[in-house]
């Protein structure tokens, strides 16, 4: 993991409903409001202090357990997808995966980090 805030944040959460990631939000942000949601697409505006953050919850993707989360800035509580999934593990008490590199070319598309009870593991996972 670098020091070096990421540009954009993305986790998957495991068998939580909307409504559970929506609630952790509102309890993280100080304002969450609903752009669009349609089908399984949700797309919000979160604010935090002067800063507007569009979040994307896509739910239902990697199968039936894994939603989406994806914050499209890097002005976010966390600077990076590991130190967001660290903290949602915790709020929503269940696994969290995100990306263990970048997605640059020459990065391991498969490696993730696995976040469950306080703990952090790399796996391998194949999403596609």
């Known amino acids: 993991m ?3 805030r990421h540009p954009d944040i993305e986790i998957y959460v495991k068998n939580r409903s909307l409504e559970e990631i929506e609630h952790w939000l509102r ?10 949601s349609q089908g399984t ?11 507007t953050i569009p979040v ?4 239902k993707v ?14 976010t ?7 967001c999934a660290a903290q949602a593990a915790i709020d929503l008490d269940t ?5 263990a590199g970048g997605w640059a070319d020459g990065d391991e598309p498969d490696e993730w980090w696995k976040v469950e ?11 596609s």
Do not use: P
């Open 2 to 4: 670098t020091d070096q």
């Open 27 to 36: 309890q993280r942000f100080d304002v969450l409001n609903t752009d669009f």
């Open 41 to 51: 697409v949700h797309e919000y505006k979160a604010g935090l202090s002067d800063a």
């Open 56 to 59: 994307m919850i896509h739910e």
């Open 62 to 75: 990697v199968g039936k357990a894994w939603t989406s989360v994806w914050f499209k800035s890097d002005k």
């Open 77 to 83: 509580l966390w600077a990076t997808d590991l130190d």
């Open 95 to 99: 696994q969290i995966r995100c990306i």
């Open 117 to 127: 009870n306080g703990e952090q593991e790399k796996i391998q996972w194949r999403t």
